[in-house]
Every structure is written in structure tokens, then in C-alpha cells.
């Protein structure tokens, strides 16, 4: 009895610390890439009609990958995807391959733009992959 008392004391107050969190920053906690989506994560590019696009593994590349927030590794799929963001949305991000706040938030405001505050996550999917516009040899354009 006394247990079952500790681990929900315990529960609430991971519950609250959340909230809190969520409440002092505006930006709500990221659950782990698995909860995200089922795909894996990009790791490289694929040029599709010119344009390069996050995509994951080789020889082969797939564009059913995402991105999350990842400040540990730098990745190249994050650095294509900063470009785009940059060239033809407009933003001013560094392009370091790190999936950091700043493009979550990028990335957040193209989703509110092209699919709704609904569906603003922060995080690059495919189906944020079909409404933005990628940075390729000919310039912007979607895929």
C-alpha cells in the first residue's frame, strides 16, 4: 500500500514538473522519436527533381523519415533541411545539423502556415515534407 502511495506521489509530481515546463517556456516537452512516428530518422539527403530533401539510409535513400529535437549530434538530413528553411522560408538559422529550438520553431511555423495549429509539432515528417518548399540547383520548390 504504502508503494502504490510513493509511485503516485511520484507520478504527480513528474506531471506537474511537466506542466510547468510547458507552462514557463510556451513549448510543450518532446516525446521520444517513437511516439513521434513510426519511420526512422534522416540521416542524409535524396535530390528529387533538383531539390535536396532529409531522407534516410544508402545506397537508396527514403523520404519516409523525421526529425526531432536533437541537440547531441550534428546530422547532415538537418543541415538540407536548415537550408530550405533559410532559402525559402525566410528564417535565419544556422545550418550546423543540429535539430535545436530554433528549427523546431521554424519548422513548427511552416506546419501552422500550410496544415493548421492543429498539426504545428515541430517536428519534419513527410507530410511537413509535402507542404514545404526544399532548396535545389533550380531553387525553391515543392516535391
Given at each position: 500500500m504504502r508503494s502504490r502511495l510513493i509511485r503516485a506521489r511520484l507520478a504527480a509530481t513528474a506531471t506537474a514538473g511537466a506542466?510547468?515546463?510547458?507552462a514557463l517556456t510556451g513549448v510543450a516537452l518532446a516525446p521520444s522519436a517513437a511516439?513521434?512516428?513510426?519511420?526512422?530518422?534522416?540521416?542524409t539527403y535524396k535530390n528529387v527533381s533538383g531539390h535536396k530533401v532529409p531522407a534516410y539510409g544508402q545506397p537508396t535513400p527514403s523520404l519516409t523519415c523525421n526529425l526531432v529535437l536533437n541537440t547531441s549530434k550534428s546530422n547532415e538530413a538537418v543541415k538540407?533541411?536548415?537550408?530550405?528553411l533559410n532559402n525559402c522560408?525566410?528564417?535565419?538559422?544556422?545550418?550546423?545539423?543540429?535539430?535545436?529550438?530554433?528549427t523546431f520553431l521554424?519548422?513548427?511555423s511552416i506546419q501552422a502556415a500550410y496544415l493548421g495549429e492543429a498539426h504545428a509539432d515541430g517536428y519534419y515528417g513527410p507530410q511537413t515534407q509535402g507542404v514545404m518548399k526544399h532548396w535545389g540547383l533550380s531553387g525553391c520548390g515543392r516535391i
Open positions: 506542466l510547468a515546463a510547458v511516439a513521434v512516428d513510426p519511420y526512422p530518422t534522416c540521416n538540407v533541411l536548415q537550408t530550405s522560408h525566410n528564417f535565419d538559422l544556422a545550418v550546423d545539423g543540429y535539430y535545436g529550438e530554433k521554424a519548422v513548427r
